[in-house]
């Protein structure tokens, strides 16, 4: 019997993501892969607004939080039941052939868009795990998935995520961990963190799509499809959850593209005001729709739009247009990416740094998870200009600057230069005590830089002072209290002696 327990739905993108990184560690031979469902009742809401901009949030997610799996937006999550009961009746027999067989449904849905409740669908996922093209279907099987079911319900974990348990010391992961996590669980450790938690990386290596359309998106579905894999995709149910989208410093998409059918008035005014607004993001807004006469198009750019696409054109020219607004999008990141770059050390400058507390504060506000903040000082740094020269000071801080940020692997995590030798760390969804041991880390790591230092009392070489603050921004305070804190610890390390870590 496998000591490893997966409980997991074919349609949840967090399932998938999970299933890939246990394929790529193969790991998979050693997990007992028990097919739920997670939503029983998906078929009968899988079309509405609502659930559609659900699943682009989740394959949003699964991106930003596992980069290395591929995964792109279905048209809709298909109902998994009677692809559950072919996989179990494939375990019947052949154990190898019938992971093949989850592999081959889970990448039909998630990476080709595949309707997976589709019997023609199924049936060539079969045949390519080398199985029998025809499975019999037997009440032992369905009774198997139910017992699945109730274990799962039963369980402390009846949630809308993957779960990794272990039959012998009742261990248990919640949602999609890291590689690292997945290790160090398999490896007889409980992983920290907070329990399934998906939003722990807002990070995001492809620029990302806001689809909205008052008559639903499967009318435009054939652009959608165009752009699915190359990009991130969000889907908002309504003008009012766009117009959210972009009242979130850090969040907003990178282009919006707006249809209407049977609401054109109302669409345009619409995206004179949406225009506005995405106006200070520099978000591109262009509409897409039939063929319009010059009259009608010219009232579309006259609401600031960028651009009109005809829905029916060729994939590649939708692709072309789609990629040249992103372009534009992309140009003016970098113009304000470098105004947020300190020059010497190529880290994010003050100006950043207090940009993305703000941003962070309020996120912390939303998760009601803690934000700490690292705040941090080279030791006698003034002795060290005068000593060795502000050229060789320079180098020092460039040094300094990189081994912070050696020492900082997660991606939301942010290590900013605050002025002259001091530098901040702000770490989103981490308490005091995950706060203290990465600082105690980026102190050991610039001390082994063994850069001489003459002048300095604390050690013969370049050393840092740390201050630790660690506050929950759903309680009664301010990002304010968070510098106060930091910098109070760091005037604490300092009179302790310096080189070391004061909370």
């Not at 997991?8 to 097919?35: G, I, K, T």
Request: aromatic share 6%; proline share 4%.
């Amino acid at each position: 019997m496998l000591q490893y327990v997966v409980y997991a739905d074919l349609n949840c993108p967090f399932c998938y993501a999970m299933q890939e990184q246990l394929h790529a560690m193969d790991l998979l031979e050693q997990v007992d892969w028990r097919l739920i469902e997670h939503a029983p009742d998906i078929s009968v809401f899988n079309a509405t607004p609502e659930s559609q901009a659900e699943l682009a949030s989740e394959v949003f997610t699964v991106r930003s939080r596992a980069p290395q799996v591929q995964v792109a937006l279905p048209p809709l999550r298909s109902d998994s039941r009677f692809a559950i009961l072919c996989v179990i009746a494939a375990r019947e027999i052949d154990e190898v052939k019938a992971l093949d067989l989850l592999t081959n449904l889970y990448r039909a849905l998630w990476i080709e868009g595949k309707d997976i409740s589709s019997t023609a669908v199924i049936y060539d996922c079969i045949v390519e795990a080398g199985l029998p093209g025809e499975l019999s279907i037997e009440e032992n099987h369905e009774l198997c998935l139910q017992n699945w079911q109730q274990q799962w319900e039963r369980g402390s974990y009846n949630l809308r995520i993957p779960v990794l348990t272990t039959d012998s010391d009742e261990r248990t992961l919640l949602g999609l961990p890291s590689q690292e996590h997945i290790s160090a669980f398999f490896g007889g450790e409980q992983p920290p963190g907070p329990v399934g938690s998906f939003d722990q990386c807002h990070g995001r290596d492809q620029q990302t799509i806001a689809f909205y359309g008052h008559d639903g998106v499967q009318s435009i579905w054939n652009v959608i499809a165009s752009v699915r894999e190359d990009y991130n995709i969000l889907l908002p149910a309504s003008v009012q959850e766009l117009r959210g989208m972009l009242n979130k410093p850090g969040e907003t998409p990178d282009l919006i593209l707006l249809n209407s059918i049977n609401h054109w008035q109302q669409m345009l005014e619409d995206t004179t005001e949406i225009v506005h607004q995405a106006s200070e993001s520099h978000t591109p807004v262009a509409l897409v729709g039939d063929t319009l006469s010059d009259a009608d198009e010219i009232k579309v750019y006259e609401t600031g739009a960028a651009d009109y696409l005809v829905k029916d054109r060729a994939s590649g020219i939708l692709k072309a247009r789609i990629r040249t607004l992103l372009l534009l999008k992309r140009s003016h990141d970098l113009l304000e990416r470098a105004a947020r770059i300190d020059g010497l050390t190529q880290i994010y400058n003050r100006r950043e740094f207090e940009r993305s507390l703000e941003v962070e504060w309020l996120r912390g506000q939303r998760s009601k998870q803690p934000l700490s903040l690292i705040m941090l000082d080279v030791d006698h740094f003034k002795d060290y200009n005068d000593h060795y020269g502000h050229l060789t000071g320079d180098g020092c801080l460039q040094h300094v600057a990189t081994a912070i940020t050696e020492s900082v692997k997660r991606a939301q995590d942010m290590v900013c230069r605050f002025g002259g030798e001091e530098f901040v760390v702000l770490l989103p969804e981490t308490d005091q005590q995950g706060a203290e041991v990465l600082a105690e880390k980026i102190r050991k790591t610039v001390e082994d830089l063994a850069i001489a230092h003459t002048k300095s009392s604390a050690a013969e070489c370049v050393t840092i002072s740390l201050g630790i603050a660690s506050l929950n921004p759903a309680d009664n305070s301010s990002p304010r209290d968070l510098i106060q804190i930091a910098d109070d610890a760091l005037y604490k390390a300092k009179n302790n002696g310096r080189n070391c870590v004061a909370s």
